[in-house]
């Protein structure tokens, strides 16, 4: 005689014969386990997408801060082999903590690499004093034509490119203009690599722009849209 057939167990009955089940558990260490790990699992993924997703939506989602043009005087008064410091602008209304100095010469054609930038023929060359490794202020130091880091060593050129230490890029520049009564104006800060290839935002210290570090460091949404028309 045929012995009866049995029922295959459901999940939920194979699961409370568990070994360290109870009676009644809705919950078993297994699944537990298995809920918590992808938690765990999303959250990590979130991590990584969140913050991709923020840059790339980033200029939609925000308006884009007006270019500020403050004027610092005029073209004959800024010498050629030296810098002169000028206190600007950098977050309006806030007072003296929105403000910071940049050195600012005239361009010197046996010193200074081409191109200008599209639309401008900047005549003027003004120089961050944010450092490119942790955002320590630098000083010139005429004697030796050098921007000086108090901080870590850190030695940039007469152009502000690096020659020494740890940071990974030349210093900042800020786009600079001429009106037609001769009046320096500076305009929005923007980021260079060792070549001097001019980005047209700024990117945060310690970010490297040559080679694939451009692309790894993508532009803040909150940089300026810089209008190339001329000066009126």
Request: net charge positive.
């Amino acid at each position: 005689m045929a012995s009866p057939r049995k029922e295959p167990k459901s999940r939920y009955t194979a699961e409370r014969s568990i070994p360290g089940s109870f009676e009644g558990e809705t919950v078993t260490r297994r699944r537990f386990m298995v809920v918590t790990a992808n938690g765990a699992g999303a959250v990590a993924t979130a991590a990584f997408v969140l913050p991709a997703l923020a840059f790339a939506t980033g200029s939609a989602l925000f308006d884009r801060p007006p270019v500020l043009w403050q004027a610092i005087g005029k073209l004959e008064d800024l010498p050629k082999d030296t810098y002169v410091p000028k206190v600007i602008t950098m977050v309006p209304n806030i007072g003296e903590v929105g403000k910071t100095t940049t050195y600012v010469r005239r361009r010197n054609a046996k010193i200074d690499k081409p191109p200008n930038p599209p639309g401008y023929d900047e005549q003027v060359v003004a120089i961050s004093t944010r450092c490119m490794h942790l955002g320590c202020p630098v000083r010139y130091v005429q004697a030796s034509q050098r921007f000086i880091c108090p901080c870590h060593g850190g030695v940039y050129d007469f152009q502000g490119i690096v020659v020494g230490g740890p940071p990974v890029r030349p210093l900042d520049r800020f786009y600079t203009r001429v009106r037609p009564d001769g009046t320096v104006e500076i305009g929005p800060r923007y980021s260079v690599n060792t070549e001097l290839k001019r980005f047209d935002s700024y990117r945060d210290p310690a970010q490297d722009l040559d080679g694939i570090g451009q692309y790894l460091y993508p532009p803040r949404f909150s940089t300026p849209k810089l209008d190339k028309s001329p000066p009126q």
